[in-house]
């Protein structure tokens, strides 16, 4: 097929002009092997939360992870560009667990309370609050879309025997599964079979990481990353499945297992720095990006023009909401 002509639509589909070679039947008047013109628009691209999970710290819904950051001294929680641009909610001692938990394509702001278990949400698509007390103080909080229906479920899992207890949100049903449970097991669920469920996922440090695909329930392993590393999983060639990643705080090294193919190692950051991968130029690639606490300065590498970006925000107490809990209370 030759493309003639191609043209973007104001409604964000594409109309394209072509001459290819029939290769069908039907029409009478055309042979099979006779060049024909044709035209075809393709559909508007799927927005935010359409096919897959909103985009890491996407508080506004705009496509792209912002700038945030939660303060523990007061509780609040700071998003850059938002109205308003701070918010108090939560205790010095929660646990920020930032997620998509009414499926409106916005990052709601919620905390876990490991005194009690206790899961605050605050709903972005009606500023209503939400509770619900589940799991021990131990547990650590992995929420994510594990059961496909575009909202977050809330989920633990527990160190000590490898289960992961998911709350559905489309059901209300509890499920217990149980994948890793090794001392120093890391929990780090993504969607890396791209069906739009997020799969129980486990990164053994310095070794292997070992996926339990939802797609078809079964289980991978891959060597990937070497004592020290940190787990950066996201989709960075953005075809839509989560790619395996870490980062060398000890060279600044990224190594990217991209699950397109093919491997992706880019120097960015310096070991006090924090890994926050996240899509803030909103292309649907997860973008390398780094915070620097002790001058609140963050660094980014655009996925969409190679550009890195700075920026000031925050300072360095505050916890970086794009890096998952569950990886930071590893390393930070
Ligand atoms: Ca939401
Ligand atoms: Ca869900
Ligand atoms: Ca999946
Ligand atoms: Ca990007």
Redesign the pocket.
Known sequence: MVINEQSSNPDGSLTVNAVHQYLGTNPPDVLTGDLVIGQATCGVPAGPGADRAPAVADFDGDGATDHSVFRPEGGTWFVAGATPEALNYGEPTDTPVPADYD?DAKVDIAVRRASTGTWFIHRSSDNTDTALTYGVSSDVPVPA?????????IALYRPSTGTWYVH???NDADVATTFGGIAGDIPVPGDYDGDTKADLAIYRPGSTWFIHRSSDNADTALGYGAAGDIPVPGDYDGDGSTDIAIFRPSVGLWSIHNSAGGDTAVTYGVGSDQPVAGDYDGDAKTDIAIFRPDAGLWWVHQSSNNADVATTYGVGTDIALPLPHAIRRVFF
């Open positions: 499926g879309d594990y059961d496909g229906d575009g909202k977050a479920d559905q949100s489309t």
